[in-house]
């Protein structure tokens, strides 16, 4: 519903830099599309590789529906965005299984560095994204944009994720009653690599700049899902169960309770008043 409510918001809205802006504000559910020129492999949809109407497959780097000048990669950019989608594939299908996920790696120039031949010294920016989605209509979309900065002096590098976790959760219905929990999380973290300078040539570097995205977002994203889990979920669940008891009478644990609070709160008049008769 939101995807359709966005694109209906879009149509009334004439400049496309406001409607460009308006889709990187609001985060919509990843689309999932096939790339016919690569053996119909899955592909995923957002905004970071969406042109006008059209996105961009990172498999065989054509738009669809067909663009003629859409935006792509540098040359070394695409060979490294090409290597980051196999690492990525591997890492997709490891945590979230390989028939129902789905998992895109789109990479671009800078704008200070565009129409450059970017071999990785400069810097770059890319989004990493994994949708994963069962029959009953749950689903986790895991968003990662990540800058990567100019390797300084002594090869320190600057990292800036952030991370956007979608998450719909809809258990099997029982009788006339369901329940469905959907929301969504953003967190930014920021850290410093070193980049070897024993190799210095482009895929060198930019091996070890998928090396430390990787264990970023696996670190970043395994502490979000500890998060959702033991707060955010398990507090609506408990707050559920609350709002569905059948009776407001205290159950016999809140009653023993009870009891023994009573208990504390008379010992502890009781030594007041002795202490006061002294």
Known sequence: ??????ENLTKLISNDDISDELYQRVDVPLKVLEDVNADDRKFLACDHNRDGDSHRSPWSNTYFPQLQDGFCPSEHLRQLELHANEVFDIYRELYFGKS??????????????????????AGFSGAFLIQNKVDNGSYWNSIHVVDVGRIER??????????????????SELGTESTRITGSLVRQNDRECKISSQDSSSSSIGSQHIVNIGKFIEEVETEMRKEMDSLYIQKTKNVVDMIRKDTMKPTQGQEHTRVLNEA???????????LSGK
């Open 264 to 274: 504390v709160l008379a010992m502890a008049m009781n030594r007041k008043t002795k």
């Open 1 to 6: 519903e939101t995807e359709k409510h966005l």
């Open 154 to 171: 002594g090869g320190m590098c600057e990292y800036k994720l952030t991370t956007t976790i979608l998450i719909s959760v809809s258990p």
């Open 100 to 121: 129902t996920s789905v998992s895109s790696v789109y990479l671009w120039d800078k704008e200070a560095n565009s129409g450059a031949n970017n071999d990785g010294m």
